[in-house]
């Protein structure tokens, strides 16, 4: 079997816009996704079976076809079900083949990692029951089946997301029963704040509103979820709205199936080797592209993925011409979003003590507080002694929240450092893989190495 | 709806052609997916592989739902499962 001279890590906007660049370049390129077809989150595809479509903005649409085409005429080696594993200590990337139980050893010349983001999500009392889920997941699930979640759905947080979500549910006929959101986006936008700069934004933030208000979907701004209870098979989600500050903060009660949460975006990129030059034993030329390198939304993931792949072309020693798309207009909106959707009141303030900061390993702000009173003053200790981050998720849905909060219960200006473990020391598999797998691995290089621990 | 289902539990669960156990399980109700063996509940979460909430046995493996296609006639069950076809390894 002979190994592509480029691996892509990721099948959204940003990995095929990558591979499409450098096979039409004249390399051979394998494009590896976890999921069954290309797509990523935000081009997510109806699954074959789908009942219907989830409406998504006509722009939107076409930036997906033109590289769904594009991927289709070119000679990209796609490998649906295909996880990403990480690099061994000779610089091999191992990648698993869920459908076939094995991991294999390759040796590209060049590997890009187009991951995508993944969501922030604030700790709330009770989040970790089931029923509470990501704003981003159930998208995901309305995408790929066409239809809307069914039952009542909360919808809370803060950020563009929410509304988009609340929009395409009200239009496929299952409106969730709120929107809450942290952020007060009218008042700040009042303030004539940057919209004008970026009139796409306006104009798909107007549309999403309009059918909201037609459905008659209430938006609660300034306001926040502070509990979520188990009721009967459901869910009991209470909402504080207003600042505590002025006013006493009104309380609301929800009785939901289902509470999606969404505290914003961020790259996906635990666990992710950094942008690096081939290494004299070996290992490839390493760079990131789209979201998972910086967090800009999926038009620019299409630009950063070409760039990328022309960064690759040099660094393999391809004349390259072209210049670099333009990434500052995409920074502006993202900077703009921010400002309208900014909370309120601290998302991380005013948390009780049983609140669960690492669900996977259980633990609590209440158990981050004895650790540190037991003597850990850094990250890593805090790891270590309190098992903080050392679950299942490796710290994707807890690492950024628990270095908050360790950072406040320290003494002022300590650098306690990270749950998160640094990207330098990051060791393979950064992802869970079966065990079986790694037994039948087959190593593919002429030298037949196996699979090398650091 | 094809009728094609799988089974949690044992109890038959339709799904759409290429829908993930994840999806499928939502559209029937079920969101508790078993105890993971630290006082927590699974349950689907991020939908993206990512947060392994909402880890299953799928034919005896353990599978992110939300990763894997559901199949005619598998045979779904919470990873800590205690019915006898759970205990093959």
Redesign the interface.
Known sequence: MTEPDVLVIGAGPAGVSAAVTLAEAGLSVRLCDQGPRPGGAIHRQPAPGAAGRVPVPAAQRRRWAALARRLEESAVDLRPGTVFAGLDATGAVLVEDRAAGTVAALHPRGLILATGAVERIMPRPGWELPGVLTAGALQVMMKESGRPPAGRTLLAGSGPLLVAVAAQMARLGCPPVAVVEAGRPLAVAAKGLGLLATPAILHEATGYMATLARHRVPWLQGARVTCIAADAGALRVTVARGTAAAHKPEALGFTVDRLALHDGIRPNDTGLPEDTQATDNGGPHILRAGDCREALGGAAAVADGERAARAMLRRLGRACGRPSPDLSGFRRAQAVLADLFRPAVAPLDHLPPETILCRCERRTLADLRRVVADGAHSAREVKLNGRFAMGACQGRFCAETTDRLLARLLAEGAAPGTTAGSPGRARWPVRPVSVAALIASSPTSPSDTPLHED | ??GATFTWNGRPVP??????L??AL??A?V???GADG????????????????C?VRRDG???EA??T?ATEGAEVTPVTSTTPEAHHD
């Open positions: 709806m094809s799904f759409l052609a290429g829908q993930s994840a999806a939502d559209a109700g969101r508790d997916l630290l006082g927590s509940r699974r349950r689907v979460f991020c939908a993206i592989g990512a947060c392994q909430g880890l493996q353990v599978v939300c990763l296609v």
